[in-house]
């Protein structure tokens, strides 16, 4: 239940619509609405509906405002039932991107633009969360208006509810945070070890985005029930959310411990303050925020974990499943979102794990200046306008400054990986240098550069890269024994993985 003051300034003597959104079976219920006093009954007000989808839609009502005041004051009271109709209000907001927090007002307007003044009461402990505005407390008020940035904003919403909810603000580089969380667990230990993990992904974000502050202030909120909040609200067992300026992760019995369990989370989560927020690309989406998550999280664990441990787990189920192509794991938006093989864990993974990377690999082929332009295009031309992964295509053919429908092809169309071999390794001494001829193969038939690196006796190395279009050899003339090559050492690639040896020499396909 709710409750709504609000004020209406700016507005012209014609009608003043009011809007709400319903589903079948009501997903807000305007109890009461009374301006200046005078209740208003909307079954009696002239009404349009707007079908979009599924019986739900849009309805506006239009009200005859005839008055002498300069503006009006009202309160509304409204109870939102989120449980049974969330995943069809999402359906919704797929489709509108217009709306206040409970409904739109759609107001003829002196010039300077209208303006709508909420003050909401919420019960003790109560958030309520404006996407892409932020989090709201009882009795602060938010400004709705043309100059206000909160207007025709999309529609979800969220009422957050926690017990002893306690607020910590600081300030990182240029961005504002607030953070909220269970007030017996505030520690100068926990929130040093919050503003680390912060430090390390604004800087990494900001570094290969060229942008540093995506939004001016970011809510976080550590939800104590978070599984129990997001099975409510979203009908499934998220691992983070973002409602773009807010995020909401879950938290476990400390926030060292916390950060300890979730920081993938919270990479994740931030990183769509960038893809996401500052710029939207439909189930695109995902790639780039956990390519963004995977270059945070790999500067906040030990390297070998990383590259030993955690991506070769990754690689290993990326390369096991084959009932996808990713094209088809980001691509039901338009024709059929709805479609649950999109929401199958196969279809997860690969949206969320191939993808990424694809991007590491293409990152590889163009280098790191040009892949951070191409990072920087993408969010600057799709920022307030909608882009998907043809625009990504697109920009990265023109940062690239060549055609790459041939590695697009290979990477989004198929559930093939490469999976290379060397069939041919001579070495041969020549003074105090020593020749390296190798024949690299791809039973797979990619074209792709590969990073081969040769590790010598004197516990040097030395990195390259070979362009094998379904084989190739090189000739390599080296300072010291080869005595190991490993091929792709930086997880550049997800391929089939295999160790072996060649005429003595150990090789790696990593
Ligand atoms: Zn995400």
Same mark, same amino acid.
């Given at each position: 239940?709710?409750?709504?003051?609000?004020?209406?300034?700016?507005?012209?003597?014609?009608?003043?619509?009011?809007?709400?959104?319903?589903?079948?079976? %009501?997903?807000?219920?305007?109890?009461?609405?009374?301006?200046?006093?005078?209740?208003?009954?909307?079954? *009696?007000?002239?009404?349009?509906?707007?079908?979009?989808?599924?019986?739900?839609?849009?309805?506006?009502?239009?009200?005859?405002?005839?008055?002498?005041?300069? @503006?009006?004051?009202?309160?509304?009271?409204?109870?939102?039932?989120?449980?049974?109709?969330?995943?069809?209000?999402?359906?919704?907001?797929?489709?509108?991107?217009?709306?206040?927090?409970?409904?739109?007002?759609?107001?003829?307007?002196?010039?300077?633009?209208?303006?709508?003044?909420?003050?909401?009461?919420?019960?003790?402990?109560?958030?309520?969360?404006?996407?892409?505005?932020?989090?709201?407390?009882?009795?602060?008020?938010?400004?709705?208006?043309?100059?206000?940035?909160?207007?025709? !904003?999309?529609?979800?919403?969220?009422?957050?509810? +926690?017990?002893? !909810?306690?607020?910590?603000?600081?300030?990182?580089?240029?961005?504002?945070?607030?953070?909220?969380?269970?007030?017996?667990?505030?520690?100068?230990?926990?929130?040093?070890?919050? @503003?680390?993990?912060?430090?390390?992904?604004?800087?990494?974000?900001?570094?290969?985005? %060229?942008?540093?502050?995506?939004?001016?202030?970011?809510?976080?909120?550590?939800?104590?029930?978070?599984? @129990?909040?997001?099975?409510?609200?979203?009908?499934?067992?998220?691992?983070?959310?973002?409602?773009?300026?807010?995020?909401?992760?879950?938290?476990?019995?400390?926030?060292?411990?916390?950060?300890?369990?979730?920081?993938?989370?919270?990479?994740?989560?931030?990183?769509? $303050?960038?893809?996401?927020?500052?710029?939207?690309?439909?189930?695109?989406?995902?790639?780039?925020?956990?390519?963004? +998550?995977?270059?945070?999280?790999?500067?906040?664990?030990?390297?070998?974990?990383?590259?030993?441990?955690?991506?070769?787990?990754?690689?290993?189920?990326?390369?096991?499943?084959?009932?996808?192509?990713?094209?088809?794991? /980001?691509?039901? *938006?338009?024709?059929?979102?709805?479609?649950?093989?999109?929401?199958?864990?196969?279809?997860?993974?690969?949206?969320?794990? *191939?993808?990424?990377?694809?991007?590491?690999?293409?990152?590889?082929?163009?280098?790191?200046?040009?892949?951070?332009?191409?990072?920087?295009?993408?969010?600057?031309?799709?920022? %307030?306008?909608?882009?998907?992964?043809?625009?990504?295509?697109?920009?990265? $053919? @023109?940062?690239?400054?060549?055609?790459?429908?041939?590695?697009?092809?290979?990477?989004?169309?198929?559930? $093939?990986?490469?999976?290379?071999?060397?069939?041919?390794?001579? /070495?041969?001494?020549?003074?105090?240098?020593?020749?390296?001829?190798?024949?690299?193969?791809?039973?797979?038939?990619?074209?792709?550069?590969?990073?081969?690196?040769?590790?010598?006796?004197? %516990?040097?190395?030395?990195?390259?890269?070979?362009?094998?279009?379904?084989?190739?050899?090189?000739?390599?003339?080296?300072?010291?024994?080869?005595?190991?090559?490993?091929?792709?050492?930086?997880?550049?690639?997800?391929?089939?993985?295999?160790?072996?040896?060649?005429?003595?020499?150990?090789? *790696?396909?990593?």
């Amino acid at each position: 239940m709710g409750r709504y003051e609000f004020t209406i300034f700016n507005f012209t003597s014609k009608t003043l619509y009011i809007a709400r959104y319903f589903t079948p079976d %009501g997903f807000v219920d305007i109890n009461n609405i009374t301006i200046e006093g005078v209740p208003l009954n909307l079954s *009696k007000l002239d009404r349009y509906r707007y079908e979009i989808i599924n019986g739900s839609g849009i309805e506006f009502y239009a009200v005859n405002v005839s008055t002498n005041l300069t @503006k009006l004051q009202g309160v509304a009271t409204y109870e939102v039932r989120y449980k049974k109709n969330w995943k069809l209000f999402y359906s919704l907001g797929e489709n509108i991107t217009i709306g206040t927090d409970f409904s739109f007002w759609d107001l003829a307007s002196n010039s300077g633009g209208y303006r709508i003044v909420v003050t909401p009461k919420l019960p003790k402990g109560t958030l309520y969360v404006i996407s892409g505005y932020g989090t709201v407390e009882n009795g602060s008020t938010v400004v709705y208006g043309v100059d206000s940035g909160v207007q025709h !904003l999309s529609i979800s919403t969220v009422m957050v509810w +926690m017990p002893n !909810l306690e607020r910590v603000d600081f300030t990182l580089g240029s961005m504002n945070f607030t953070v909220y969380l269970p007030s017996w667990v505030i520690s100068d230990e926990g929130i040093e070890a919050l @503003k680390s993990k912060l430090n390390l992904a604004l800087s990494v974000y900001g570094n290969l985005t %060229g942008i540093e502050k995506p939004t001016e202030r970011l809510f976080i909120i550590f939800h104590s029930q978070f599984w @129990k909040f997001s099975q409510e609200t979203l009908g499934y067992t998220a691992r983070g959310i973002n409602y773009f300026s807010t995020i909401i992760l879950p938290f476990r019995n400390d926030l060292p411990t916390t950060l300890d369990y979730y920081q993938l989370n919270l990479f994740h989560e931030f990183a769509h $303050e960038w893809f996401g927020h500052y710029a939207g690309f439909g189930l695109f989406v995902e790639t780039p925020t956990q390519f963004l +998550m995977l270059e945070a999280y790999s500067r906040s664990v030990s390297q070998t974990y990383f590259y030993d441990q955690y991506l070769d787990e990754v690689e290993k189920q990326v390369v096991s499943i084959k009932n996808f192509t990713y094209i088809e794991t /980001i691509t039901g *938006k338009y024709d059929n979102f709805s479609d649950p093989r999109l929401y199958s864990q196969e279809a997860w993974y690969i949206r969320y794990f *191939k993808g990424p990377y694809i991007l590491r690999s293409l990152r590889f082929l163009v280098g790191d200046q040009k892949f951070g332009e191409i990072f920087h295009t993408l969010l600057e031309e799709c920022h %307030g306008s909608y882009c998907e992964y043809r625009d990504f295509i697109r920009i990265s $053919e @023109k940062v690239y400054g060549d055609d790459l429908s041939w590695f697009f092809d290979e990477w989004f169309n198929t559930t $093939e990986v490469p999976d290379y071999n060397v069939t041919v390794l001579n /070495i041969t001494q020549v003074e105090n240098t020593y020749n390296l001829t190798l024949t690299i193969t791809d039973a797979s038939n990619f074209t792709m550069p590969v990073p081969v690196r040769i590790y010598l006796e004197n %516990g040097e190395y030395v990195d390259e890269r070979v362009w094998v279009n379904g084989t190739a050899t090189v000739s390599l003339e080296l300072p010291d024994k080869p005595v190991k090559i490993v091929i792709d050492p930086e997880e550049a690639i997800a391929n089939v993985n295999r160790e072996f040896s060649v005429n003595g020499v150990v090789v *790696k396909v990593d």
